[in-house]
């Protein structure tokens, strides 16, 4: 983590990520595909998400997070940084001798090289199968159907543990401590994601938000009645009510979003309540 010089008030608390284990160099251009911007809006044109909009323009890099290149290797040619996502990213070239994007673990290093097969060896990088995957191992990139692309521990710094195999499922210990068993014929990676810092970044002034296309977040209470719940009354005045709520009514907080679903049934145990 680096910290600048409080040469300004923006720059007086600001920290950004340190970079210098990435590779300088732009991001390869079979790789990479334009990015339309939605501003939080759907398509009739409604805002659907609010304070979004603005921003840098930005490519969208193609990342590999399931099997396309089994039993392969790879040789990591270069650490990139990613602008839609807060893990770093890998730039592999196989043995057949094309290249793909893969989301970076800790401790990866150029010149490192890795395979994805349904058993390989136990070091960052490899993908397998969970039920070849040794209890206490970190792991991340985890699919939740077999064969339809890792959908689960994708952020930066996160990991989810193995627990045990058993019946056909492994038992995973998920970054919000609910344990959920998985099919053991899905695949994982082996690995911590990469940029664990990313978390603790300050941004130091809200024009770095306004790049990453965040507007201001504006609070209810400092709205009119007529634009929500929480708005109007004398002076900055509170809420006026026992429960916050949502701009249409809605409770606000402490209200259970999960409906019963047919995937409860793989939840062993909860995340634990802050």
């Known amino acids: 983590m680096k910290k600048y010089s409080p040469t ?11 970079t210098s284990v990435l590779t300088k160099k732009e991001p390869e251009k079979s790789l990479v595909l334009p990015l339309k911007k939605s501003g939080g809006r759907n398509q009739q044109g ?25 039993n392969i290797p790879g ?35 150029v010149g490192d090289t890795i395979i994805t097969a349904e058993k390989a060896e136990i070091k960052p990088g490899n993908r397998m199968k969970l039920k070849n995957i040794p209890v206490g191992q970190e ?11 890792g959908k689960l521990v994708r952020s930066a710094g996160t990991s989810a543990k193995v627990l045990a195999h058993e019946g056909g499922y492994t038992h995973l ?12 014929e899905c695949f994982a990676t082996i690995g911590v994601v ?21 507007k201001p977040h504006v609070r209810g209470s400092a709205m009119n009645p007529v634009d929500h719940p929480h708005g109007g009354g004398e002076g900055r005045a509170g809420i006026g009510m026992p429960h916050p709520k949502t701009p249409w009514g809605k409770p606000g907080l402490g209200v259970k979003t999960r409906k019963r679903k047919h995937t409860d049934q793989f939840i062993l145990q909860r995340r634990k309540k802050k």
């Open 173 to 184: 210990k998920m970054p919000s401590d609910e344990i959920r068993k998985i099919n053991s």
């Open 8 to 18: 300004t008030p923006g720059r007086r608390h600001a920290t950004k990520i340190d």
């Open 194 to 214: 990469s940029n664990p810092e990313h978390r603790y970044v300050k941004w130091g002034k809200a024009g770095r938000l306004r790049l990453k296309g965040r």
């Open 139 to 149: 792991v991340y990139n985890i699919e939740i159907v077999p064969n339809k692309k």
């Open 75 to 109: 040789k990591v040619v270069a650490l990139e940084y990613d602008p839609n996502r807060t893990a770093f990213i890998a730039l592999v070239e196989y043995e057949d001798k094309t290249k793909g994007y893969i989301l970076a673990p800790q401790g990866l290093k």
């Open 46 to 70: 409604r805002i659907t998400v609010r304070f979004r909009g603005g921003g840098v323009k930005r490519l969208y890099r193609i990342i590999n997070f399931g099997q396309e290149k089994m």
